[in-house]
């Protein structure tokens, strides 16, 4: 896909992420257990994670998954539907989506914690990451969208208009209430 090119997500990098996985692999359960043990002991993402209707063994089936995804994956239309799909089983649940970014930043964080420590694999595993939750909130803004135009009947042009006027609307408030000029 185009847009992982954007992120710097080549051949050689898709290559060398099966590299690593290779030598995380053994791991992979420990990590998806220890990020899950990390996000149970945050409120906000541990109730999230129930609201969407993840139990312990549910979540920890689902993340394994994305995790070797995230390693095997050739970042084409068939990893962009896979992690969509995640993302829309998160929407599903009622999973906020102010809660993906925390989410994905503790996988990664566990994930470095068990890597080499190389800088070139640090920065691949966080152009990966980012990817992944990238193509999550693509998903969360899809079905938005789709689920106002359905109720409401105006198209994505007359809602994307939508927003950028309560968007300008929006940071002009801010720019008066911080009272600074770049928000203008």
């Known amino acids: 896909m185009k847009s992982s090119l954007l992120l710097g997500i080549t051949e050689d ?3 060398n992420l099966k590299e690593i996985y290779k030598a995380i692999s053994a791991r992979k359960e420990e990590i998806v257990r220890t990020a899950l043990d990390s996000i149970s002991k945050n409120n906000d993402l ?10 312990e063994t549910r979540s920890k089936r689902l993340f394994e998954y994305w995790f070797t995804t995230i390693f095997q ?3 084409g239309e068939r990893h962009c539907l896979d ?3 995640i993302g829309l089983l998160l929407v599903r649940g009622g999973f906020p989506l102010h809660s993906l970014s925390p989410l994905v930043s503790v ?11 190389e800088p070139s694999h640090i920065v691949m ?3 990966v990451f980012g990817w992944n939750l990238a193509v999550m909130i693509l998903s969360y803004e899809i079905i938005r969208q789709r ?6 009947g105006i198209s994505e042009e007359v809602y994307n208009r939508l927003v950028d006027i309560y968007t300008r609307t929006f940071l002009n408030e801010l720019a008066k209430e911080l009272k600074v000029w770049w928000f203008m």
């Open 83 to 85: 992690v969509a799909r």
């Open 46 to 55: 541990s109730e999230a994670l129930k609201k969407a209707g993840l139990d």
């Open 147 to 152: 689920v106002f135009k359905k109720a409401t």
């Open 73 to 75: 994956s050739d970042y």
């Open 13 to 15: 990098v898709k290559k």
């Open 107 to 117: 996988f990664l964080s566990e994930t470095l914690k068990t890597s080499d420590g």
């Open 125 to 127: 595993l966080a152009k």
